[in-house]
């Protein structure tokens, strides 16, 4: 037993500020730190997609600024097509590893999983501390390749080979850019993989007595599933990395076909296959999408059921459909090469799948809406930015049943269709996931609450914002406009300008009321409404049982036992219509009534 | 040790205790073989993804004593690793650390007749970009995948060492050589594959 000792000994309250805020083994310090790594990363994010946007609508204007970036890039402020590309590659880069990945899953997850579960930390906090700083130093890298070299590189954040491997020859950005582009992915892999560990093992093995796997809340459920994704997705896509790597800086050919010529020259890598590095990133890319999207169903869930105050119709079926997601979105990633080249058998092999997944996707918003259905539903920010989530799920992932199909993919693959589906499938879905939790969760990391009138008019904007900016994308997609061009010169893309004016007029303002967002945020952690209780929203689960912010080792000193199913609403107790997990009270159900 | 060992001790009492009746630690590297094995999987299927799509690709292996004399050692590591966890299981501290060290010497053996073959390949002209017997994606692929495996066995031998002489001076236990066991022997089930896929199909005619 001499290991307590040493365990207990590094992990007493830190006293420095160093240890306390910087290099903290606190996994609540940690969430924080990624919630505030992906906060950062998403304004960055938004403004590159800003500084796109105004280019698509108005080719010639300059963006006064821009060329403080890039004087080769935009000169006079003025993007070349190259430095639209590499803004674009930037922005998915960006969104999909360090917000998408980092908030909904990192952050919320290392906050609150340890606390639902009843544990005191994660078992690794070393590792925990490793996952955040690999992955704030793999931001670094990808943010140094704005002012190394020739600018960041342009290959979108797929990647695509040979691009990605033949070199500067490809043009701006495809040498250093590609590889600090790599290193830094290669080391976000690390971080996730070391952050999925203490996941999974925090999940199974740290529960307080009485927590048996399905009293979870639905939260917890979620990131196990995602990091059971992670693990194995990330340990995909780190290899491909180094592949690419090695094909820059040692000249391998992995990923560059024979005698490809570029610019008249014929390359002097020999042999490998371009189609390899698709196999290899949509292995790992589609699980992203749903470690992306998984979480956000889980928070949705658990805010949805504390504010219609009653459990889901079935959370049985919620979490087995959650898995269902996660076992089968390895099955599909080939409908991401349905134009690639491959084996047409190939891809009526992976549609069929990808209609299959659209089943368990189709069950978890059916439980959610009929759940709601004559449900008393609590107005505020958290619950909106849910019933916003549900809807962008939804109007998403319809587009997905077309695009499912080779036949009707090959037409709408490479148009603003395809860019609209995943906009809004995971992308506005995934970041009203992470509103509705920050909304939700604020007054327990801060012990203050957020500005609710300020919340409201954030939801209005964004969502209606976020139809008029993506619908349109669709129609768009439907015309036959091509995605990744920077301008549209050609005769029938002309008429299609207005249109992309009025995006980039939604854009700019939904955009804009993100700052409310950001001011809210900042405004309500030093000076908002102090919490009025530990529970302000009467909600069941262990987070809302413990102090407010909860001490360091979560509980102060106390052991929580668990004596309820996660969702015991509409039921009468001491307290109210609900029973907390962790209170012995003996209960009448609604259906012991019945 | 048990789930004590790895959370503040005042608290575990209350916890339902481990899953599947492992410690965490064990669990932990289960965890981290599932992960390693997805990488080495990706890596094999490079390989082979590239050796199907290649008509010139090279079988410059024309004898399998060497291949089979490291195979031979590294099995015999992961047998040596297991008289070691039970010397340890039963108490008899000099033994397991005695039969850990034989272990790492083997490791080492097996890592001195790698680097040694990797130099012989070398000197018949094989690098990472070109070899005199065909496609250049045969160097980069076999020195990707043996030297994956390689980075494997350097840091188990590190590793074998560390835990073997902590384990004498007292400050870890049987559990952990069992822990550091499970890496051993999947490196070892690594090799298993390695050795048909990237040297018994590249055998000369």
Redesign the interface.
Known sequence: MHDVAAHAAHHAPPTSFIRKHVFSLDHKVIGKQYYALALVAAFVGMFLSWFMRIHLAWNDTAIPGLQLLSKTGAPGGVMTPEYYLQLMTMHGTIMVFFVLTTAPFAAFGNYFLPIQVGAEDMPFPHFNMMSFWVTFVAFLVLMSSFILGDGPTLGGWTQYAPLNAVGSVAGPGQGLGVVLWATSIGLFCVGQLLGSLNFITTTLDLRVKGMSLMRLPLTAWAWFITSCMGLTAFAVLMPACILVILDHVAGTSFFVASNLVINDQVQPHSGGSTLLWQHLFWFFGHPEVYIAIVPGLGIVSHILITNMRKPMLSHRTLIYSMGALAVLSYMVYGHHMFVSGMNPFSSLAFSFPTLVITIPSTIVVLVQVFSLYGSKLRINSASLFSLGFISMFVAGGVSGFFLAQPSIDIMLHATYFVVGHFHMVMGVAAMFGIFAGTYFWFPKMTGRMMNETLGKAHFWLSFVGAYCIFMPFHYLGLAGNVRRYSSFVDDFLQPLIPVHRFITVAALLTGAAQLIFLYNLIHSRFWGKLAPNDNPWEATSLEWSTATPPPFDNFGGKHPVVYHDPYQYGVQSSVGDYVMQTSPEQVKTESDEQ | ?S?????????T????????SIP?KK??MW??I??????F???L??YG??RN??PNWPRPFHSITNVAIMTFILLTSSLTMLIGLRSARAGDKGAAFRWTMITAALGIVFAFLHIREWLELIDHGMT??KNPWG???FG??FF?ITG?HLTHVTCGIIALLVVGVRYKG??Y?ADDIEVLGLYWHFVDLVWMFVVPLVYLLNLAH
């Open positions: 040790m789930q004590a060992d790895l959370t503040i001790g005042h608290s009492t209350q916890t339902l205790g481990p899953a599947f965490t669990f932990a965890l981290f599932i992960a390693d094995t997805m990488t999987a990706a890596c299927v490079v993804f590239l799509g290649t990472l970009l496609t250049g994606l980069a692929s990707s994956l007292g400050r236990n």
